[in-house]
Nanobody
Framework: VQLVESGGGSVQAGESLRLSCVASGYTLPMNMGWFRRLPGQEREGVAGLGRDGNTNYADSVKGRFTISKDNAKNTLYLQMNSLKPEDTATYYC???????????????????WGQGTQVTVS
């Protein structure tokens, strides 16, 4: 199983980015999530997507970020709008078969991880 993120970059506050995560080695009816590691902090859950389409978001990104997937492309997305400097982090996509993981967004629930993509907002 491989997860490969892309789409990170450097933007100004208020701008948007869309992160992509291409999955290989399995198809996408798994619970998926986006996490981020802010400088000097632990990795935290940002958004989760259940295999049946349910979503959950961290309070800090609700209304600004949207998680979605394209099953035909085996790709998970994170649309990030109205970016703030405090969103600066390395973003990771992750996958798991553990029930409810898309809601809890705990690191330990997710078995498969991408390598991360850097997002910098100034």
């Amino acid at each position: 199983v491989q997860l490969v993120e892309s789409g990170g970059g450097s933007v100004q506050a208020g701008e948007s980015l869309r992160l992509s995560c291409v999955a290989s080695g399995y198809t996408l009816p798994m619970n998926m999530g986006w996490f981020r590691r802010l400088p000097g902090q632990e990795r935290e859950g940002v958004a989760g997507l259940g295999r049946d389409g349910n979503t959950n978001y961290a309070d800090s990104v609700k209304g600004r970020f949207t998680i979605s997937k394209d099953n035909a492309k085996n790709t998970l997305y994170l649309q990030m709008n109205s970016l703030k400097p405090e969103d600066t982090a390395t973003y990771y996509c992750a996958a798991t078969n553990i029930p409810g993981s898309w809601y809890r967004l705990r690191n330990t629930d997710f078995r498969y991880w991408g390598q991360g993509t850097q997002v910098t907002v100034s």
